[in-house]
């Protein structure tokens, strides 16, 4: 089982990073979801992987009678679950906000704070040579 | 200069200004009381400042270092005296005094230092408050570049040169410096004793403007001039001088240290004297003779015998007081006329006989004449150089006689040249300098008479001890003026000659220096800005390649870093077969069935360009996940991940009603590089996944929560009991970050509730 499992993790991984490497920020989300379910997953695993036995202890006993699955990755993951929840609740929304001001979601064309004139990049950033005072700062122009 | 800024009323620069002339003062007789005791030997004392790292804030106190610090506090006092007066109504007075003190601070620590690390830190304080003290009139933008320029040269010597400290407390086991100092034969026969000498040397050969690192401390000039005398000629940089001289134990004696040290030092001499005569402006030609007397520290520290660091200890001290007298001199009559042009001043005499009287002592220890001190420093660097063997001999001795007889033209030039003749016209009527500006120039030129005239107190509480501190040992050490007819005093006599012929003529020489320096394209601090613009270039170029502004491109270097990385140590290591033993005989149908299910959702995630499909694919691969947790024992996690799944679907679907559609899938919106990266990661994963599951399983832990799950924290639900017991903090923090999720995405979402309704 263990070494499926690690296949099962190793393909899920493969086509979140495949997602997360498009330039359509839908599909990178798409592929952060499907990364904290491997992320999760490994964790898990690693944990040791005990079936049938979840790590309660029976009433009158002081400790579990059995060996029963490993409690501590659970409760990591559990933790992890929540906050992926909030990491994707949040970009989701980010990427909504950016849509609605740039009317895009590609991530190529979103390029307030890194012109593709590398010139201007590298005048208004680095703070070298002789400023354009025609084209004073980058953020300015959007708006924002 | 100082007159063009609002004046502030301040009596002496007001509280600050007494403030900083006490200190020194209290400091300076302190010291003078500690003298008598240092004669007799060396003292440590010492407490513990960062024990883990052996780093000691230690004092050594020997002939080298109260040598140092009883001129950095005695002409320290003249020049905060003179400050109160020169500056203290100056707006800014009080910082300046912070800068000057902390300057001050450093300097004494730097050289009282025992341990090579508080050593470095307090040499960067002189640093930075030599930085600050340059660029004192930030308003003008030589100002600031020449304080940029001193503070990048000297901060990137002091760097290397910790280099080289580390190297050298790993090679003697301890940071401390009395017994580093003890260990120099061990130290020079080390197969690293060149890198530590290489590295050692480029700290203190900034630090003391030594060729080709020299250019900054011309322009640092740009500073206030007591700054100029206190700092840049009296006191930071001899730092480096200091640093040769107190590692010459443990460092010196070699032949790289003598050639490097003499060869450096000796054209530092030379050149800088040559361009001392071509400066009109006083305060340059003085910078010039500052490095002039710089590289003869160098050259003689290097030299290394007896005679030698006789002559350097000796002339250390003598170069201290006559160049800051000359320095306090220079401001006093810029103050009173206006100008500092040699070509200008002439007949200050009758107007202002008090600065002359001083200027006249000074130039005269300058000029090497008897029975100023500065004729004994020369004839104990010409006994020196004659001493030694071979080539060494003719280099070092040509070497300072070209600068003794410069420095003779110099002194002239400086001192003799402005207060003969008429009196000229000059921007304001010449007039005499307050009491405490005249002071300090007064009692450093009547020291320099003082100590000629009687040469033995010098020899027995300063230049003795210091050079039993250099030598590492004891040997007697008497100076005298009149040391009968011999080559040395021969070879004044040629220098007093071959100066005054020089001074005679030193306006058509210098004429022929400007026409020279005009055609010569051999310019250092324009090679200088040339270093740094094609850093800034290089800086740019780099920023450009790395910060493409394409988030395609930062994640497919990030996700390209891990496989080779982490398949590289795999592939070194040659640990890829280390979980492929793992058992899989005993799968279960449903087990396959629910891992073929997660496999086939994510790959349809990728396959397909609707949103509602890969929205409901990626709720197949979170249920598929939660089966596995219900299979394995994880009932809490699966209600969880079930729960949370149902919301990721709700919220995903919901933003769909306003975001657009997926691109099209084309032949052409398959990307190959892409394709093998995240093949690249996704094996790399399973295999590191198979690593940790065929690693021995350390359960300590899990029996621990187990254990004490009930008896500690009455719960019988033990994933439970870790959540909101044994890691509540880590579950608190978990609750935090997800309130902040919701409020950043409420603000996000509200800003656009707003926009929409404008």
């Known amino acids: 089982m263990e070494l499926l499992l690690a296949i099962t993790i190793g393909i899920v991984v493969a086509t979140s990073v495949y997602l997360m490497l498009d330039r359509n920020a839908l599909r990178f989300l798409f592929g952060l979801v499907l990364l904290s379910n491997a992320v999760n997953l490994i964790i898990f695993a690693g944990g040791r992987l005990t079936a049938g036995a979840p790590p309660l202890i029976p009433e009158g006993a002081y400790a579990p009678v059995d060996v029963v699955a490993n409690a501590l990755p659970q409760a990591l993951v559990l933790t992890a679950i929540v906050i992926g929840f909030g990491l994707l609740a949040f970009t989701l929304a980010l990427v909504y906000r950016t849509f609605m001001t740039l009317g895009t979601v590609n991530s190529d064309e979103m390029r307030i704070a890194e012109p593709r004139d590398k010139r201007q990049l590298d005048e208004s950033r680095l703070g070298m040579g002789k400023a354009d005072p025609e084209h004073p700062a980058t953020g300015q122009e959007a708006g924002i | 200069m100082t007159d063009d800024y609002p004046k502030v009323d301040r009596v002496m620069g007001g509280p600050a200004g007494w403030i900083s002339i006490a200190f020194p003062a209290v400091l300076f007789l302190y010291f003078l009381g500690l003298l008598p005791q240092i004669v007799n030997g060396p003292q440590v004392h010492g407490i513990d400042w960062v024990p883990s790292l052996g780093v000691r804030f230690s004092v050594l106190l020997d002939g080298l270092s109260m040598t140092f610090a009883l001129l950095i506090t005695g002409i320290g006092t003249a020049v905060t005296l003179y400050s109160a007066r020169y500056l203290g109504q100056h707006p800014q007075y009080p910082r300046f005094v912070c800068y000057l003190l902390m300057f001050m601070v450093g300097m004494l620590g730097l050289v009282l230092a025992d341990n090579l690390i508080a050593l470095f830190v307090f040499w960067e304080v002189t640093t930075i408050a030599s930085y600050l003290l340059i660029g004192f009139n930030a308003d003008s933008a030589k100002s600031r570049r020449s304080a940029l320029q001193a503070l990048l040269l000297t901060g990137t010597g002091g760097l290397v040169m910790l280099g080289g400290m580390i190297i050298l407390g790993n090679v003697a086991g301890t940071f401390e410096l009395s017994r580093i100092l003890q260990m120099g034969d061990m130290i020079r026969a080390h197969p690293w004793y060149m890198g530590i ?174 029975p100023m001190v500065g004729f004994i420093g020369k004839e104990f660097m010409y006994k020196a150089s004659l001493g030694l063997g071979g080539f060494g001999a003719i280099w070092v001795t040509v070497m300072i006689f070209a600068a003794s007889a410069l420095m003779f033209v110099t002194g002239g030039i400086v001192a003799l040249k402005p207060f003969r003749g008429e009196l000229a016209d000059t921007p304001t009527p010449a007039h005499e300098g307050p009491w405490p500006m005249l002071a300090g120039p007064l009692v450093l030129g009547a020291l320099s008479l003082f100590f000629g005239l009687v040469p033995g107190v010098l020899g027995h509480y300063l230049v003795g001890p210091a050079t039993h501190a250099v030598e590492g040992e004891v040997h007697e050490v008497h100076l005298y003026l009149w040391g009968g007819v011999n080559m040395a005093l021969i070879l004044s006599l040629l220098t007093f000659l071959a100066g005054w012929l020089l001074y005679r003529s030193h306006e058509s020489i210098r004429a022929r220096l400007a026409a020279f320096e005009a055609r010569n394209p051999i310019d250092f601090d324009a090679g200088w800005d040339r270093v740094l613009d094609g850093f800034k270039a290089f800086a740019a170029w780099l920023t450009g390649l790395i910060q493409t502004g394409s988030l395609q491109r930062y994640m497919a270097v990030t996700f390209s870093s891990f496989v080779v990385l982490v398949g590289g140590t795999y592939l070194i290591k040659g640990a890829f077969g280390d979980g492929l033993g793992l058992a899989t005989a005993s799968v279960h149908p449903v087990q396959w069935t629910v891992l073929a299910l997660i496999a086939a959702g994510s790959i349809l995630v990728v396959w397909t360009h609707s949103r509602m499909t890969a929205v409901a694919a990626m709720g197949v691969v979170g249920i598929g996940v939660s089966v596995i947790f219900i299979m394995f024992s994880a009932p809490d996690v699966a209600i969880t991940q079930l729960l949370v799944e149902v919301l990721v679907v709700v919220l995903v679907s919901l933003a769909m009603l306003r975001l657009p559609y997926l691109p099209r899938r084309s032949r052409a919106s398959f990307r190959a590089g892409h394709a093998i990266i995240a093949a690249g990661v996704g094996v790399v994963t399973t295999f590191l996944t198979l690593s940790v599951l065929s690693t021995p399983f350390d359960r300590r832990l899990t029996t621990f929560f187990e254990t004490a799950s009930y008896p500690e924290a009455h719960g019988r639900n033990i994933v439970n009991v870790i959540l909101v017991d044994f890691r509540a903090l880590d579950t608190f923090g978990e609750i935090t970050v997800v309130a902040m999720a919701a409020l950043g995405a409420l603000a996000l979402l509200r800003g656009t509730a707003r926009k929409k309704e404008s």
Request: proline share 4%.
């Open chain 2, 197 to 370: 000498l290489l590295l050692f040397l480029a700290g203190a050969f900034t630090k003391s403007a030594q060729v080709p690192f020299h250019f900054w401390l011309p322009n640092a000039m740009a500073a206030p001039t007591p700054v100029s005398a206190y700092l840049h000629s009296a006191t930071m940089v001899k730092g480096g001088v200091f640093l040769m001289a107190r590692m010459n134990p443990a460092l010196g004696g070699t032949d790289a240290w003598f050639w490097i040290l003499t060869i450096f030092g000796g054209i530092t001499a030379v050149f800088a004297s040559v361009m001392a005569l071509r400066q009109t402006d006083i305060k340059q030609t003085l910078a010039y003779t500052t490095l002039m007397a710089l590289g003869s520290l160098t050259m003689f520290i290097g030299a290394g015998t007896h005679y030698a660091i006789v002559g350097a200890m000796t002339f250390l001290v003598v170069h201290s007081l006559y160049k800051a007298a000359l320095f306090l001199m220079i401001g006093i009559v810029d103050h009173a006329t206006g100008t500092r042009d040699a070509t200008v001043l002439r007949g200050l005499w009758k107007a202002m006989p008090l600065t002359g009287a001083a200027a006249g002592l000074a130039a005269l220890s300058m000029a090497g004449i008897p």
